[in-house]
């Protein structure tokens, strides 16, 4: 596990504020095809296929991918749909979660204990 200082961890801000808002893009266009790709899947026995299956596949792709990136960073991505993640640190001798999410300012300002989640976020 890759730990970051706050410092750190703000520098990469902009990098992955950019990838949070690419994958809930792909989501939102990933919802489209929702029914369209269950109705697929039940006729999968008889050959399948649906409208914008291609697309529906690229997005799912996408959206693998720019997660996976997150994660080989370091990064732990908790809520696409808040754009909400969580860098760990160590603080006081112990791992702790530097938390943040998209809408708020251009630095962290939360953290919290690992069990504790967002509803446990404390001021830095």
Not at 7 to 27: D, G, T, W
Not at 92 to 101: A, D, I, K, S, Y
Request: charged content about 25%; hydrophobic content about 40%; overall charge neutral.
């Amino acid at each position: 596990m890759k730990l970051f200082t706050v410092s750190e961890a703000n520098e990469m801000l902009p990098a992955v504020r950019h990838r949070l808002v690419s994958i809930q893009k792909l989501y939102s266009r990933i919802d489209k095809y929702r029914d369209g790709s269950r109705a697929a899947a039940k006729a999968s026995q008889a050959g399948g296929g649906m409208t914008g299956g291609s697309n529906y596949v690229k997005a799912l792709y996408e959206v693998g991918k720019l997660t996976t990136e997150l994660n080989d960073i370091g990064v732990q991505l908790k809520d696409y749909t808040r754009g909400l993640i969580d860098f760990p640190c160590m603080r006081e001798g112990r791992v702790v979660l530097l938390c943040w999410q998209l809408g708020e300012k251009e630095e962290i300002e939360w953290w919290h204990e690992v069990e504790a989640g967002f509803a446990g976020r404390q001021p830095l």
